[in-house]
């Protein structure tokens, strides 16, 4: 696979935006995949009108228009969240939607503090994905409950289905102090990459969440060992900006312009990479 067949786009790089805006936008960027969230809600930074994708079918069918007139895929569904209170069969009509659209590949994450129900949920997910021909990729930040690429693969092999993979979020893997461990990692279970930069370390936790969300750098511009990264990933794998930038936003520089410094930012550090 080619450089501009692997780059994409992640929908926190804009949040709060339309799912039509967001298609043009990336598309008009030079991304030919998208990572899209099934609704918004509550993180809605933009005051813009919420949406589901599940509750609204006509929204569904204008998406499928205008991913095929751009020429874009949905590469990833991100992010559906294990919790402490709900079962994951919540998400069968997520994955029903999905379907619908295409979609072949799911990003998790666990905010249960439990270990054991954090497994059992997680299970049940991914042989939930397996009906839809879905792949859960499971994605690790050390301030939740799967922290680290060590309990993520323990995870991975505990669950012990084909249909569940790693997804590396270069922040979060950098943050952990595990950069280097990628290189010990079997290529085959790293299924998709969301790339940003950024200082090697956060001064604090709270600082860590408001980078996450709202501040990360553009690839290239920051410490993250990038290049190095990425020469561990097989040349196939999707590699998608998820680099929100609030004060470049609220500098007025539009949401094309900052997806095009993202996708530039990409494609250096990807032919760096090679």
Same mark, same amino acid.
């Given at each position: ?10 929908? +926190? ?22 990572? +899209?969230?099934?609704? !918004?809600?509550?993180? #809605? ?11 609204? @079918?006509? +929204?569904?069918?204008?998406?499928? @228009?205008? %991913? #095929? ?7 990833? %569904?991100? @992010? !559906? ?29 666990? *905010? ?23 792949? *859960?990729? *499971? ?21 012990? /289905?084909?249909?569940?993979?790693? %997804? ?13 461990? !990628? ?5 085959? %279970?790293?299924?998709?990459?969301? /790339? ?51 004060? /470049? ?26």
């Amino acid at each position: 696979m080619n450089i501009s067949d692997r780059i994409g786009l992640e929908n +926190l790089t804009l949040a709060g935006v339309s799912p039509l805006h967001f298609i043009r936008t990336a598309a008009e960027a030079g991304c030919r995949n998208i990572g +899209l969230w099934p609704a !918004l809600t509550e993180s #809605n930074p933009l005051g813009l009108p919420a949406f589901s994708l599940t509750d609204d @079918a006509p +929204l569904r069918r204008k998406i499928v @228009a205008c %991913l #095929n007139d751009h020429g874009v895929s949905i590469a990833l %569904l991100d @992010a !559906l969240f294990i919790t402490p209170t709900e079962s994951v069969e919540q998400y069968r009509p997520v994955f029903e939607t999905f379907a619908e659209l295409g979609v072949k590949r799911v990003n998790a994450v666990s *905010v249960d503090p439990s270990w054991e129900r954090t497994v059992d949920e997680m299970a049940a997910l991914v042989t939930m994905a397996a009906e839809y021909n879905a792949t *859960v990729v *499971v994605e690790t930040c050390r301030l939740m409950t799967i922290g680290t690429l060590a309990q993520a693969m323990r995870l991975i092999e505990t669950v012990a /289905l084909p249909n569940f993979k790693l %997804l590396i979020d270069t922040m979060h893997v950098t943050r952990s102090g595990e950069a280097e461990a !990628l290189a010990a990692i079997d290529p085959n %279970l790293i299924d998709y990459v969301q /790339l940003c930069d950024g200082p090697l370390h956060s001064p604090s936790d709270e600082a860590y969440w408001d980078e996450a969300l709202h501040e990360r750098r553009v690839p290239g511009d920051g410490e993250m060992p990038l290049v190095k990264m990425l020469r561990t990933i097989r040349p196939e794998v999707i590699v998608s900006g998820e680099v929100p930038m609030r004060s /470049l936003r609220a500098a007025g520089v539009s949401d094309l312009e900052r997806s095009k410094m993202v996708v530039a930012g990409m494609r250096r550090v990807l032919e760096a990479a090679c």
